[in-house]
């Protein structure tokens, strides 16, 4: 069965230190890994989309990359602003969405 | 970029009577918009994908006489909730396909309370 999985399932960092969040797959004929941010009472915000293992996309204090297991999010020196609920998913081979549960980030000041 | 626009973002209403929630993609046109339900602290949960000109695709579980979907054009789709109960109170999620499936735009959600 296809399945996203993510890790922790919240984390607390203070400001400007450094961490990375965890999405491991198992999609069968994975399209692409989607990273979205939620912040609450809010739809999905779109961050990033991953094709193939090897692929690394930034975007300010983002960084995804993909291996054929799983995906990382790294979030460098984060501030306050970057709390948030971030959600991970893959597509199948007909295109869809498999969600994983989210991971709730919190920086502190 | 791609916008899709949710209204209303949240609406309170009485046991019994039925809400309708809009979705519409701005500035493309969407062949395919899905529908979400979200509980607190959960993920998304797919409730159907509504492809325009034609019925929509219930998930599993899913009343599809409860929860009607009309995508009558290519930037519209709507979700009503009928004879809704306090147990349908949830964040409602609209999103539509782009790049023929490679890319997905969400709608701000809704929030229905049904009291």
């Known amino acids: 069965e296809d399945q996203v999985t993510q890790s922790p399932e919240a984390l607390r960092l203070q400001e400007g230190e450094s961490s990375s969040l965890n999405c491991s797959y198992t999609?069968?004929?994975?399209?692409?890994l989607f990273w979205y941010r939620q912040d609450p009472g809010k739809g999905p915000e779109f961050l990033f989309t991953l094709y193939s293992a090897g692929e690394e996309k930034e975007k300010e204090r983002l960084k995804a990359t993909l291996t054929k297991k799983e995906s990382f999010l790294h979030i460098t020196a984060p501030k306050p602003e970057d709390s948030a609920t971030y959600l991970c998913?893959?597509?199948?081979?007909?295109?869809?969405?498999?969600w994983g549960a989210g991971t709730k980030l919190i920086i502190k000041p | 970029g791609a916008v899709v626009s949710q209204h209303p973002s949240w609406v309170i209403c009485k046991s019994g009577t039925s809400v309708k929630i809009e979705c519409r993609s701005l500035d493309f046109q969407a062949t395919t918009m899905f529908w979400y339900r979200q509980f607190p602290k959960q993920s998304l949960m797919l409730m159907a994908t509504s492809n325009e000109g034609s019925k929509a695709t219930y998930e599993q579980g899913v009343e599809k006489d409860k929860f009607l979907i009309n995508h009558a054009s290519l930037t519209l789709s709507t979700l009503t909730v009928t004879s809704a109960h306090p147990e349908d109170s949830s964040f409602y999620i609209c999103?539509?396909?782009?790049?023929?499936?490679?890319?997905?735009?969400f709608g701000s959600g809704t929030r229905l309370t049904v009291v």
């Open positions: 999609v069968s004929g994975l399209r692409g």
């Open positions: 999103s539509a396909s782009i790049d023929g499936g490679f890319g997905y735009t």
């Open positions: 998913a893959g597509t199948d081979s007909n295109y869809q969405l498999i």
